[in-house]
C-alpha cells in the first residue's frame, strides 16, 4: 500500500477555495438569514459560516507568515501549529460575538476566555511526544501529513 501525500501548494490552493466559499456563503446568510425568524437553525449557519472563513483566513495568515519567517522547521510542523492557532484565534472571536449577543460580553469574560485558549495552547506546546511520535520526526515527510489533535 503506498501512501500518497499532499504537498503544501494544493494545500495552500485547497484551502484557498474553501476559504472563498466559506466567505460567499457567510454573506449570503448575512444578506439571506433572517435571525429573529430562523432561529437557532439561522443562527448556527450564521456563526458556523462565520468560523470556518475566519478559519481559513488566519491559517491562511499564520501559515505564510510562519514560511517566510521560519524556514528550518518542517512543512507539517508549521502547517500543523498554524491550523491550531487559527482554530483558537477564530474560536475567540466566535465566543466573544455570541457572548455580544447574549449581552455577556464583558472584559473580564474576554480575559477568561482568552485565558482559557491561552492555557489550551499551553498544553499543546508542552505536551511530551512519546517515542513513536520522536522517531517518525527524524523520517523524511514528501507532503502535507494533516493535524492529529
Same mark, same amino acid.
Given at each position: 500500500?503506498?501512501?500518497? $501525500?499532499?504537498?503544501?501548494?494544493?494545500? #495552500?490552493?485547497?484551502?484557498? =477555495?474553501?476559504? =472563498?466559499?466559506?466567505?460567499? @456563503?457567510?454573506? &449570503?446568510?448575512?444578506? *439571506?438569514?433572517?435571525?429573529?425568524?430562523?432561529?437557532?437553525?439561522? &443562527? &448556527?449557519?450564521? $456563526?458556523?459560516?462565520?468560523? +470556518?472563513?475566519?478559519? /481559513?483566513?488566519?491559517?491562511?495568515?499564520?501559515?505564510?507568515?510562519?514560511?517566510?519567517?521560519?524556514?528550518?522547521?518542517? *512543512?507539517?510542523?508549521?502547517?500543523? =501549529?498554524?491550523?491550531?492557532?487559527? +482554530?483558537?484565534?477564530?474560536?475567540?472571536?466566535? /465566543?466573544?460575538?455570541?457572548?455580544?449577543?447574549?449581552?455577556?460580553?464583558?472584559?473580564?469574560?474576554?480575559?477568561?476566555?482568552?485565558? /482559557? #485558549? /491561552?492555557?489550551?495552547?499551553?498544553? +499543546?506546546?508542552?505536551?511530551?511526544?512519546?517515542?513513536?511520535?520522536?522517531? @517518525? *520526526?527524524? @523520517?523524511?515527510?514528501?507532503?502535507?501529513?494533516?493535524?492529529?489533535?
Amino acid at each position: 500500500m503506498t501512501t500518497t $501525500y499532499m504537498t503544501l501548494k494544493q494545500l #495552500i490552493l485547497i484551502v484557498l =477555495a474553501a476559504t =472563498a466559499i466559506c466567505w460567499l @456563503s457567510w454573506i &449570503l446568510v448575512l444578506n *439571506e438569514v433572517d435571525p429573529t425568524t430562523s432561529g437557532w437553525v439561522g &443562527l &448556527l449557519i450564521f $456563526y458556523g459560516s462565520l468560523f +470556518f472563513s475566519l478559519l /481559513g483566513l488566519f491559517f491562511l495568515s499564520v501559515l505564510v507568515f510562519r514560511r517566510l519567517t521560519n524556514k528550518t522547521d518542517l *512543512e507539517y510542523k508549521i502547517v500543523s =501549529a498554524s491550523f491550531r492557532q487559527s +482554530f483558537f484565534f477564530a474560536l475567540i472571536i466566535i /465566543g466573544a460575538l455570541y457572548l455580544q449577543s447574549k449581552h455577556f460580553l464583558t472584559w473580564w469574560n474576554i480575559i477568561i476566555l482568552v485565558l /482559557g #485558549i /491561552g492555557i489550551l495552547e499551553y498544553f +499543546f506546546l508542552s505536551y511530551k511526544k512519546t517515542g513513536q511520535d520522536i522517531d @517518525s *520526526e527524524s @523520517s523524511t515527510h514528501k507532503g502535507y501529513l494533516p493535524p492529529d489533535f
